[in-house]
């Protein structure tokens, strides 16, 4: 192939392209405030150089990132998407691949935002759940730190949104957009959404009643947004933090296309427990 990226090919390319090859990674990510040093498209880099190494390493294609969801943050520039609409796009995105003949889907996120995530997981099980033409296809949702040890110790350590981590990838990916002069808010903010990454969402009600749908805003006080230590970041960290993410995620992710391979040959399925009982009241 003379490119990995979708979105540079032709009409026909594609089509020879899924003679022999019926994988593709669909990246996507999200406008939003990644304090005074990281620009905000930073998420969408995220995914973009990432989603680019993995195709090149797979031999696969990657489709156009998907450049907008939910941040839930409020500062200017940040851009949010519902959930919803969010992951309707991405499952009509997906079964338009499928249509094509697609059978390998990779889902890329370069946000962590715990709100897209969880409702795109669960809209894409109930895709598969009622449209029958995509229950032959290996569709993934792949967070990138799941396969870096060092990442996600960094999570263990309270390093979160544009800190030490996300920094140190732009330096290594992208070292010209990585502003000099890094800043925080005050220390008891800063403390506290390394506390807790979610405390950013100031959420009140009207009454005691847990029934009650909260109101949310982003806590007022909060200025820059920085989750974690920006400081000790560096290109070093950056470059083992790719290295670990293609290192696990390449073979693994390869395992699995054979294995989905085979099982669509024999039928075959793992079945999944489903121990948790009585979500309703859950």
Known sequence: ???????????????????????????????EQHGYHLPLDTDIRNAEVMGKKLAEQLGCIIAPTLN?????????GTINVRPN??????????????????????????HGGSESMLHLKESLR????????TKDILL?????????????????????????????LMMYWHPEVVRPGIALDSD??????????????????????????????QDPRIEV?????????SVELGEKITHEILDNAVPALQAAITQASEARKTGERIIVKDDDKLKILN
């Open 85 to 110: 609409t969010f992951s309707t796009m991405v499952c009509e995105i997906v079964e338009s691949l499928t249509m094509q003949g697609f059978e390998n889907i990779i889902i890329l996120p370069g």
């Open 188 to 217: 008891e903010i800063a403390e506290m959404m390394r506390n807790d990454p979610d405390a950013f969402q100031l959420c009140t009600r009207f009454t005691e009643l847990e029934q009650e749908i909260v109101t949310t805003v």
């Open 225 to 233: 947004g920085i989750m974690g230590y920006p400081h000790e970041a």
């Open 68 to 76: 907008y969801c939910f941040s839930g943050g409020m500062l200017e």
């Open 1 to 31: 192939m003379k490119t990995v990226k979708m979105g540079e090919m032709t009409v026909l390319e594609i089509r020879e392209y899924l003679k022999t090859n019926k994988t593709i990674i669909l990246p996507y990510g999200v406008v």
């Open 140 to 168: 993934m949702l792949l967070p990138l730190w799941d396969f870096s040890p060092t990442w996600l110790e960094l999570f263990n350590n309270r390093d979160y949104h544009g800190a030490k981590a996300e920094t140190s």
């Open 126 to 133: 109930v895709m598969k759940w009622l449209n029958d033409s």
